[in-house]
């Protein structure tokens, strides 16, 4: 089966087209999910099922990387199926386990144009990964964990018992970020640091969910091209600020001069969210400076910036 091999003993991964998702064997038939896809649009739920019915697969638990709709939006279907246990981190665990907590995190957008993909993103967590825990303990099993907030913020890479680290959305491929217009950081600084912690992880290969394995020695490599990458896309930004624009004005020329297509208000608020981290990095950064002045946030660029 194409769509699902074995990336070293009894770490595999499921293709699913968009994502890659990692699957410990326990046996023959039981698994440990490392992310479970998208529900949105049905296609990664359609493949993961599949994968999971064409190998006869039994999912005894699920560990999210983090709380965004495509890592965890099948949640809840594999529990359904097979009465899983979910194991998630940190505040995004909490966020995810009722409506009002997703509610009052995605405020810019009406509840009506939200609520299928809040609705994705909603599900019982049975076991909270502990902010001091380096590991977890599932099926008899092992798994390390490295907290890499940056992304998300409880975002974690897991590492199975065959050194296989499933480094979700801390990394993208650097063939796969370079297509991006504005790749997502929730905080440039943190997100670097994470980044660079990978390196810490010593693993024999990585999963990365968007999307490819690599090799040990080639994790500096694609650390480093993710970094300049942002950086890079950061100073787009900065060629359109104009003296005086507010954040909006400047989210506009964003979306207009990348030409990035909205089709909803929910795309837009994603991506109004996705802009502002790059703001707070060119400020932090001292490439702009931002003043009150009647009731807006204006910026300037600062003329002769280090950098």
């Known amino acids: 089966m194409k769509d699902f091999y074995c990336v070293k003993n009894n770490t595999w991964c499921i293709d699913t ?6 699957v410990y064997r326990l046996n023959d038939s039981d698994v440990i999910m490392l992310d479970s896809g998208s529900a949105m649009g049905g296609t990664e739920t359609k493949k993961l099922m599949e994968v999971i019915g064409g190998a006869q697969l039994n999912v005894r638990a699920v560990i999210a990387t983090h709380g965004h709709l495509d890592h965890i939006g099948n949640n809840d279907l594999l529990k359904d199926l097979f009465n899983c246990d979910i194991y998630m981190y940190g505040a995004e665990a909490y966020m995810c386990r009722d409506m009002e907590s997703l509610r009052m995190q995605h405020s810019l957008s009406p509840y009506g144009a939200i609520k299928s993909a809040l609705e994705c993103m909603m599900g019982e967590v049975d076991e909270y990964i502990s902010p001091e825990a380096d590991s977890v303990d599932i099926c008899g099993k092992t798994f390390g964990i490295l907290h890499t907030p940056g992304h998300s913020m409880s975002h974690i890479a897991i590492v199975t018992p065959d050194n296989i680290g499933m480094l979700g959305d801390a990394l993208m491929t650097e063939n796969e970020i370079v297509k991006t217009k504005i790749p997502y950081a929730s905080n440039f600084a943190v997100d670097f640091a994470s980044k660079r912690r990978l390196l810490s992880l010593n693993c024999d290969r990585y999963i990365i969910s968007h999307r490819g394995v690599r090799s040990g020695w080639e994790l500096e490599r694609e650390v480093e091209a993710n970094i300049n990458y942002l950086k890079e896309r950061a100073d787009v930004v900065l060629s359109y600020i104009d003296e005086g624009m507010c954040f909006d004005d400047i989210a506009a020329a964003v979306i207009t001069c990348m030409n990035i297509k909205i089709g909803n208000r929910y795309i837009f608020g994603d991506i109004h969210a996705m802009i502002m981290p790059y703001v707070q ?9 931002g003043r009150y002045e009647d009731g807006y946030i204006r910026y300037s660029v600062v003329e002769n910036h280090e950098g």
Do not use: V
């Not at 990095?281 to 400076?289: A, D, H, M, N, R």
């Open 17 to 22: 087209g968009r994502t890659l998702i990692g």
């Open 281 to 289: 990095y060119l400020e932090e950064t001292g490439k702009i400076e």
